[in-house]
Structure formats: structure tokens, C-alpha cells
């Protein structure tokens, strides 16, 4: 059953409700420090008893100037920055990035490199979702799910430490390439966790999307219209579960994308419910991009060989050649070296569009770069949505957003 | 699906002030900034670009004339295009764009951001209040001009300010990791502070600011 919170005539309701019952209108400040901000967002709320009239959004306790950070730095000590945006999935933050510095070189990495990321950011992507899953199973009331997402997750956190050397801040990508190749054995890995992983999805999807409680605080609330999902700025699955089939791994593909096979989900009626419902979807797309990678696995180099000013030469080489060594000192100490020039750049990351836009003016340094965040852009709309909701649904809407207080603050 | 030199050409025949961008990759424009709004409305409703995606401006250094210059990015879901506009805002001091969150409502929080960063007032923005820094706060952090280690300044609650004499403190870079800045080699020259060592966690900044 779809609740309906109809209040057509709102304000003389409440005007009448003042006069008679001499009630007023009461500020709530939910937040920083709330269970279903996840993070530290603050939403000054106003009340009318239990229904929202107002809602301010609070940004910034969570602002580490990421931007002005990167004015000064090269641009491969930047890319442990990038690990600290969206760090549910840092993996994707950093293909993002070294793909837009990458097109700013105009380099072209190899088959090998972009099927690598292409795993990474599509094994992030599952990551994201279940611990978006898990969390807003906890925010509308179903514990289990959290539990068999994080099992799941531990899995690929033991993925990602085999791969790069860390669980959580990866700082994988370089530009020009990755950091290591994938070690022995890794495919096999991933592809057997493909294989277990889809039959758990279904287990924890099957605990939500027939779930009276969850149905019930899900349908029908937080409805965002197509239109205003796009003027918003939505993307990622909030702006699917609207209906505007926008995805940039199909739309502008990037990494390789282009080919292999996989359906973007788009929700109808745009409420928190279709959200959670494409979120679902894409895990089983993103196992079936995955299994397509592996299938026709690239050999060959994991880097762009002929990018000897961009990417560090391996270590023997530095040790027994002197063009290597010299190379690798200019890179570390000077930063890859950049044509003058503006790009901006998108990639599909699990929250939505993150995009890049860097200005070089030479060098090895950024002069400018500025990092659209899709968490940023999917919070704006939340005066919006809230307008009219019940508090109880607020916290589910919030969930349904599935966002990230350091990417949106940076 | 729009061809991008359409779309070029079609804006430089309906605004002959535009005049090509150098970018490295989607078609990009320049125009005067008073046609901004405009344009982007031109390109939003005959050429379907209808996803704004980001509002931003770049600080060209603080010598530099004009100081200012504001950028569009917006993006066709139908075409799937991007197209780059950009506008010098006309005042170095008071730099001011127009804004387009009545086209697109999510270039309020965007422009919020430019203003609380940069500085750049958007003229007839229906809450153009800081979003990322707190409201009070003296400064425009992005700006060229202002410190990577931060200015000292007092707390967001003023009252506790008072009260414990408490501040936000510059951070110490003791010696690095930033050691570059752009465009110069020499990096000893390009960031002194880094090479500052007179002052870290333990020991105070001396006064000489």
C-alpha cells in the first residue's frame, strides 16, 4: 500500500490548527552527528507537527578543500585525494580522475590498463551499492540486510587488498596506467566471487523488495519527477529511478565500455522504492560486465609505454638505465608533465556523474581543478523533496539519496 | 544527435560576440557576460541541452586582468554532447556573473559554491548564502591569493571565540608534500613554505604577518 500524505490545502490547515489549538511551527536541527545522514550533514528542519515545511541542508563540516589542495600538488600525489571523495568507492574515484588527467595529456592507455579499471570501478560499484543497501536497510528498519551486504563486502575488500595493497584508500591508478598489475591468480578470484555473489544478491534483495515494512516507508515517498531530476542535476541511480535512462558508460563510454553488453535500469514513478530497485539492478549488471572483462581478458601492457614523461618506468629499469632514472626523478619531483589546456571530464561512478574539470597552464601541476560531485548535486534537491514529507520519511528519502558527505563536501 | 560544429557555429551566428575557446576537448565558447544567460537558454531550448551540469570560475592570478572568469558546462541527454561557456566577469574587485538558477534549479547551490569559494556574487540569486565555509566567514579560500596553510580567524561560534581564545589555526606544512606551483620549475622559489621551517605543530608561527 502506497501512503498518501495529501495536504492539499496546507496552509489553512495549519493556520486553523495555530488558532485553535495555539500550536506553532518548531525547528529541528537533525544532524551533524545523525544515524541516517550518514555522515556529517545537518538538515534544519521545520516542523509543522510531524510534517516538514522546510528543509535547509547544512554542507561543510566535512570540507577539506580538496580543490585548493590540488593547485599544489602533482598530479599523481593528488590521486590519494581522489581515494577520500567517495570513500565507499575510492576504486572509481580513481579511474575518474586519471582518465580526465589522461585526456588532458591526450594519452591513450592500453586494452590491458582499461579492462583493469573497468573491473575496478564495476567491483566499487557492487561495493557502493551493498554498504547504500545495508545502510538504508538500517534506516527504514531491516538489520539483516546489513549484515549480508558487509559479508559480501568483506569479500571485496580482501579483492581490492590483493590488488592494490589496501582495503579502503586504494590509490591505484597512476596516470598513464595502474600502479601494479593484477597479481596471479586475481581473475579467477573476482570470477569466482561473480559466481557466489549473484545468488547472495538475490537473498538480500529478496529481503527488501517484498518486505511489507519497507515497502511501505519506501513507495510513494520522495517522488522526483523526470523534470526535476534533470534540472536538479541528478545522476546515478537517482536520476534512473525517475526514468531518464542516462548513463555515461553508455551514453559518452569511456575505459572500454563501449564494448560490453549490459542494460541501464530506469524506475517509473521515481519514489525512494525505484531508487533502492536500480540500485539492485546494476550489482547484476556490474557482475555482468565484470564476467565479460574476464572473458576476453587483454594481454600486454598494463601502462602506456610510450608515455615516458607521464608515467614512472618500472623499478629495475630505473635501477640499471639512466634515461629511466632521470625520468622517474622528473616525475616524482616535477609531476607528469601536462600540455596547457581545459578538460573536463565525467565518469559514471556508483553515487552518479563525477566529473573533473581541470585548467593546466603546463606542468606538472593543476592551475585549477574543480570536482563536480555527484553526492553535491543530489543533495540539492532535498528542500525540495522534503517539502510536505513526514519526518520518518525524511530518513527514508535520505537513504534513497545514497550520499557521501566527503564527496559532496570535498 | 547535434553535431558539435552546429553548435558552435549556430552560437556565434546568433551572439557575433562569442568567440572560440581553446579546449581540449568539448566545443567551448567565450562570450561577454551579459549574453551568458541567454546563450545557455539558446542552447537549452533549441539545441536540447537541457542537464546543467556545473557552474565554476577560475581565479587567473592576482595581477591578472580580468581576474575572473566564470565557466558553464552544460550537457545534452538526447545528444550527449558537452558544451564549455565561458565569461570574464567585468570587475576584478567585485566580480559578478549573472545567475541561471531559475533555468536550472540545481545552479543554486552550484553558484553557492563559486560565491563561498571564489567570491563571485551572482546577481539576482534568490539565497546566495556561503555553503561549504560558515556564513561569517572573512574569506574566498580558492582565490590565488590565499594561503594553502590558511588564515587565522575565529571560530564559527564567535561566542566560544571569546570566551576560550580559541582560533582556527594555519596548518603547518612542515616541509612539504607541497612543493610545487604551476608553471615554474624552480620549486625552492615556487613554494618558500615549504622550505619554512621556522614554525610547526609544536612551535608557534612567528609574528611577522
Redesign the interface.
Known amino acids: 500500500m502506497a501512503t498518501e500524505y495529501a495536504f492539499p490545502d496546507n496552509a489553512a490547515k495549519t493556520d486553523a490548527a495555530a488558532q485553535e489549538f495555539q500550536t506553532e511551527k518548531m525547528s529541528l536541527a537533525m544532524g551533524p552527528s545523525h544515524p541516517s545522514t550518514h555522515g556529517v550533514l545537518r538538515l534544519q528542519l521545520e516542523l509543522d507537527g510531524e510534517i516538514v515545511t522546510h528543509c535547509d541542508p547544512i554542507l561543510g563540516y566535512l570540507h577539506r578543500g580538496d580543490e585548493k589542495i590540488a593547485e599544489n600538488m602533482t598530479y599523481n600525489q593528488f590521486v590519494p585525494y581522489t581515494d577520500r571523495l567517495d570513500y565507499l568507492a575510492p576504486l572509481a574515484n580513481n579511474v575518474a580522475y586519471a582518465i580526465a588527467v589522461e585526456k588532458l595529456a591526450n594519452l591513450k592507455v592500453p586494452a590491458r590498463c582499461e579492462a583493469i579499471r573497468v573491473i575496478c570501478c564495476e567491483l566499487a560499484r557492487i561495493s557502493a551499492h551493498l554498504l547504500g543497501l545495508g545502510a538504508y536497510g538500517i534506516d527504514v528498519g531491516a538489520w539483516s540486510v546489513f549484515l549480508y551486504s558487509f559479508e559480501e563486502r568483506e569479500k571485496l575488500y580482501k579483492l581490492f587488498e590483493e590488488l592494490t595493497g589496501a582495503r579502503f584508500t586504494t590509490s591505484y591508478t597512476r596516470i598513464g596506467g595502474v600502479a601494479r598489475d593484477v597479481p596471479e591468480g586475481w581473475n579467477d578470484r573476482v570470477g569466482k566471487f561473480c559466481d557466489q555473489f549473484l545468488p547472495i544478491l538475490e537473498e538480500i534483495l529478496n529481503l527488501l523488495t517484498r518486505n511489507k515494512i519497507f515497502t511501505d516507508r519506501t513507495q510513494g515517498v520522495g517522488i522526483i519527477s523526470r523534470e526535476d531530476a534533470i534540472g536538479y542535476g541528478l545522476t546515478g541511480p537517482n536520476l534512473r529511478g525517475s526514468g531518464v535512462a542516462f548513463d555515461l558508460r553508455k551514453d559518452k563510454p569511456y575505459s572500454g565500455y563501449k564494448q560490453y553488453e549490459f542494460d541501464i535500469p530506469v524506475g517509473t514513478t521515481g519514489d525512494c522504492y525505484d531508487r533502492y530497485l536500480c540500485r539492485g539492478e546494476e550489482m547484476r549488471q556490474s557482475v555482468r560486465i565484470v564476467r565479460q572483462v574476464l572473458k576476453n581478458f587483454p594481454s600486454g601492457a598494463y601502462y602506456a609505454e610510450d608515455a615516458k614523461k607521464i608515467f614512472a618506468p618500472r623499478k629495475d629499469k630505473v635501477l640499471t638505465s639512466m634515461e629511466e632514472l632521470i625520468n622517474n626523478f622528473m616525475i616524482t619531483t616535477e609531476g607528469p608533465q601536462m600540455p596547457a589546456g581545459e578538460v573536463y571530464f565525467e565518469a559514471e561512478n556508483p553515487k552518479g556523474a563525477l566529473g573533473f574539470f581541470i585548467v593546466s597552464k603546463g606542468g606538472g601541476v593543476p592551475y585549477r581543478l574543480k570536482i563536480r560531485s555527484p553526492s553535491f548535486c543530489n543533495l540539492s534537491i532535498l528542500p525540495k523533496v522534503c517539502q510536505g514529507a513526514l519526518v520518518s520519511d525524511v530518513v527514508s528519502i535520505l537513504g534513497s539519496l545514497d550520499f557521501v558527505m566527503g564527496e559532496c563536501d570535498r | 544527435m547535434t553535431a558539435t560544429a552546429d553548435v558552435t557555429a549556430a552560437l556565434q551566428a546568433k551572439f557575433p560576440a562569442a568567440t572560440p575557446?581553446?579546449?581540449?576537448?568539448?566545443p567551448?565558447l567565450n562570450l561577454p557576460i551579459v549574453e551568458v544567460v541567454a546563450a545557455l537558454k539558446y542552447l537549452r531550448d533549441e539545441f536540447a541541452y537541457?542537464?546543467?551540469?556545473?557552474v565554476?570560475a577560475?581565479?587567473n592570478g592576482v595581477e591578472a586582468t580580468p581576474r575572473f572568469t566564470t565557466?558553464w558546462?552544460v550537457y545534452s541527454?538526447a545528444g550527449?554532447g558537452?558544451v564549455?561557456i565561458a565569461a570574464d566577469c567585468a570587475s576584478d574587485e567585485n566580480p559578478v556573473a549573472p545567475t541561471v538558477s531559475h533555468i536550472?534549479?540545481?545552479a543554486?547551490?552550484?553558484e553557492r559554491?563559486t560565491y563561498d569559494?571564489l567570491g563571485v556574487k551572482f546577481e539576482k540569486h534568490p539565497d546566495l548564502r556561503?555553503?561549504?565555509?560558515?556564513d561569517g566567514y572573512p574569506y574566498h579560500?580558492?582565490r590565488k591569493d590565499?594561503p594553502?596553510a590558511g588564515i587565522q580567524t575565529p571560530l564559527p561560534d564567535l561566542e566560544v571565540s571569546e570566551l576560550t581564545g580559541a582560533t582556527v589555526k594555519p596548518a603547518p606544512m612542515a616541509g612539504g608534500?607541497?612543493?610545487?606551483?604551476?608553471?615554474?620549475?624552480n620549486?625552492t622559489d615556487a613554494?618558500p613554505r615549504a622550505k619554512d621551517e621556522s614554525w610547526n605543530e609544536r612551535r608557534e608561527k612567528p609574528a611577522s604577518e
Open positions: 575557446r581553446p579546449s581540449g576537448d568539448h567551448a537541457d542537464f546543467l551540469v556545473d565554476t577560475i581565479d565557466v558546462h541527454t550527449h558537452y564549455r536550472w534549479p540545481t543554486n547551490w552550484h559554491e569559494l556561503r555553503i561549504l565555509m560558515w579560500p580558492l590565499f594553502l608534500p607541497f612543493v610545487a606551483s604551476p608553471g615554474e620549475m620549486m613554494e
